[in-house]
């Protein structure tokens, strides 16, 4: 199929990328930069979200859209609620319109846990308008869709948003971490491969019009994961725990009372934590290494 993945060039984006070229499907990156991770055999339209006519471009001839451009950050779009609005919202609108106008089987839309939840702030407001308008457009238009709501998610390829990420490039390259919460947090963390992997079986048509969660098999605490991390990294790690001024992510679970109930989907074969770590951390190294090659 012709497919089309908005944001491709990102964190979960270029593994889905990855994951949809490796299926046989022809697969065209849309994104605001080009991609580091896609091979030359992927096509990239160069486009914000926002502009409305280069959106209709990119997805006319499409069979399906994977939508996963926007500002994800929950500190980015406190901090600026207006332009959160105007890529994440507007955006998706410019996208649904598109979308509708040129018959695509299916929009696949990266939403988030923190739909459920109180906290999230702006962010999470405006997944829920993206996923209130997504089911609009399918209850006017016949548009057909699926929302995942994607968990905690880490791996090669994330940058400075990415809590692991920090969490291993502290410990390795400052010999400390300094976490802000009280250590008792859980999280089910899964690799974003195998989440990738995950949002590509999502084309079986069972899949179609469901609100679908994507999350990690195992629970972790946070003082658990940074006694891990330095177990693994075996060096003597300073570890402080800060509370935080406000509460801005859940504790135990993102879930409150939510209409749209989601189908929560896990695999048998994953990528083990402690693995999953030891591979970030040899991303990490490499970066250093490289970083201090070129200065």
């Known amino acids: 199929m012709k497919i089309l993945v908005t944001g491709g060039s990102g964190f979960l984006g270029s593994h889905i990328v990855d994951a949809l070229e490796k299926e046989g499907h022809?697969?065209?990156?849309?994104?605001?930069?080009a991609s580091k991770y896609a091979s030359p055999q992927i096509k990239t339209?160069?486009?914000?979200?926002?502009?409305?006519?280069?959106?209709?471009?990119a997805i006319q001839g499409k069979d399906i859209v994977y939508h996963f451009s926007?500002?994800?950050?929950?500190?980015?779009?406190?901090?600026?609620?207006?332009?959160?609005?105007?890529?994440?919202a507007l955006g998706t609108l410019n996208i649904l319109e598109s979308c509708v106008k040129h018959s695509i089987k299916r929009l696949i839309f990266a939403s988030s846990a923190y739909v459920f939840s109180k906290y999230g702030y702006i962010y999470k407001t405006?997944?829920?308008?993206?996923?209130?308008?997504?089911?609009d457009f399918s209850e006017i238009y016949g548009l057909k869709y699926t929302n995942i709501r994607y968990?905690?998610?880490?791996?090669?390829?994330?940058?400075?948003?990415?809590?692991?990420y920090n969490l291993l490039k502290s410990a390795l390259i400052n010999g400390e971490i300094i976490y802000k919460g009280t250590g008792k947090e859980l999280r089910e963390y899964i690799h974003v491969q195998d989440a990738a992997e995950i949002s590509v079986s999502i084309l079986d048509p069972k899949y179609e019009n469901k609100d679908i969660i994507i999350t990690g098999n195992e629970k972790f605490e946070y003082a658990d994961i940074l006694k891990m991390i330095c177990e693994i990294i075996d060096k003597k790690i300073t570890i402080t725990i800060k509370e935080?001024?406000?509460?801005c992510h859940y504790t135990l679970t993102p879930y409150s009372f939510n209409p749209?109930?989601?189908?929560?989907?896990?695999?048998?074969?994953?990528i083990d934590f402690g693995q999953g770590l030891l591979d970030c951390l040899e991303e990490i190294s490499m970066q250093q290494h490289e970083g201090r090659k070129n200065d």
């Open 26 to 33: 022809d697969v065209t990156i849309f994104d605001i930069h």
């Open 151 to 164: 968990g905690s998610l880490y791996g090669r390829r994330a940058d400075e948003r990415n809590s692991i």
């Open 45 to 57: 339209i160069i486009g914000d979200i926002t502009d409305k006519d280069i959106v209709d471009k």
């Open 126 to 135: 405006t997944k829920i308008a993206c996923e209130n308008l997504i089911h």
């Open 244 to 247: 935080r001024e406000d509460s």
């Open 260 to 270: 749209h109930v989601g189908t929560k989907i896990t695999r048998n074969e994953f």
């Open 70 to 88: 926007g500002i994800s950050g929950i500190e980015d779009c406190k901090k600026n609620p207006r332009q959160a609005f105007e890529i994440n």
